[in-house]
């Protein structure tokens, strides 16, 4: 069993920036790779990003390429997603997810945390 807990949401200005962190427990946890989705209203669930636990490889969205940032700390058992240069359409729900390398889908995923909200002002 993984555990998932996303923090750091919150309400920004368009072009600011924010960081999300996952703390991540459970004992098969480093055998997933771990990522991000998030969910607007009306709108289904999306990739964001991922990143592998051992080798640190790292994949992204079209739409946060250049933008945003996904890193992850052993020691901290944590997973991060550094958000910069923030628009309006990056509103939504943020989930931290575990799952089947290279997690870029919905159907990769065997945990999701319980997400958190992000809200760009324009």
């Known amino acids: 069993q993984v555990q998932l807990v996303e923090s750091g949401g919150g309400l920004v200005q368009a072009g600011g920036s924010l960081r999300l962190s996952c703390a991540v427990s459970g004992r098969t946890a480093s055998s997933y790779t771990m990522g991000w989705f998030r969910q607007a209203p009306g709108k289904e669930r999306e990739f964001v990003a991922s990143i592998s636990w051992k080798v640190g490889t790292t994949y992204y969205a079209d739409s946060v390429k250049g933008r945003f940032t996904i890193s992850r700390d052993n020691a901290k058992n944590t997973v991060y997603l550094q958000m910069n240069n923030l628009k309006p359409e990056d509103t939504a729900v943020y989930y931290c997810?575990?799952?089947?390398?290279?997690?870029?889908?919905?159907?990769?995923?065997?945990?999701w945390g319980p997400g958190t909200q992000v809200t760009v002002s324009s």
């Open positions: 997810a575990a799952g089947v390398h290279p997690l870029l889908n919905t159907g990769h995923v065997v945990y």
